[in-house]
């Protein structure tokens, strides 16, 4: 039973930084491809940054200059560093894993998924 449990989400002020941290258990090594989503409210869930079982990662468009996926197999622990935050980030932030490899298109869509987190809030104030 593959389990995924978040944390590092918090208030931070507009411009601040946060680490969210994804522990995972009930697999090892890189296996699965990992992603991060995040919802806020009244909107849909979007695909915010994967890392493929190659370790080859993805970050949506609009983010990329300010989050950071990452990965320790060793500690079966994903990791997501957002930088520069903005009110517009304010969401619940969900990790989320599927058991193998995921194409280049595929990897940031939250349906694709089969296992997920129960998500670590994120707000920024400006």
């Known amino acids: 039973q593959v389990q995924l449990v978040e944390s590092g989400g918090g208030s931070v002020q507009s411009g601040g930084s946060l680490r969210l941290s994804c522990a995972a258990s009930g697999y090892t090594g890189s296996s699965y491809c990992m992603g991060w989503f995040r919802q806020a409210p009244g909107k849909e869930r979007e695909g915010v940054a994967a890392?493929?079982?190659?370790?080859?990662?993805s970050v949506a468009d609009s983010l990329k200059a300010r989050f950071t996926i990452s990965q320790d197999n060793a500690k079966n622990t994903l990791y997501l560093q957002m930088s520069s935050l903005k009110p517009e980030d304010t969401a619940m932030y969900y990790c989320a894993a599927f058991p193998g490899r995921l194409s280049w298109w595929s990897r940031l869509q939250a349906g694709v998924y089969k296992y997920w987190g129960q998500g670590t809030q994120v707000t920024v104030s400006s």
């Open positions: 890392i493929n079982t190659d370790g080859s990662t």
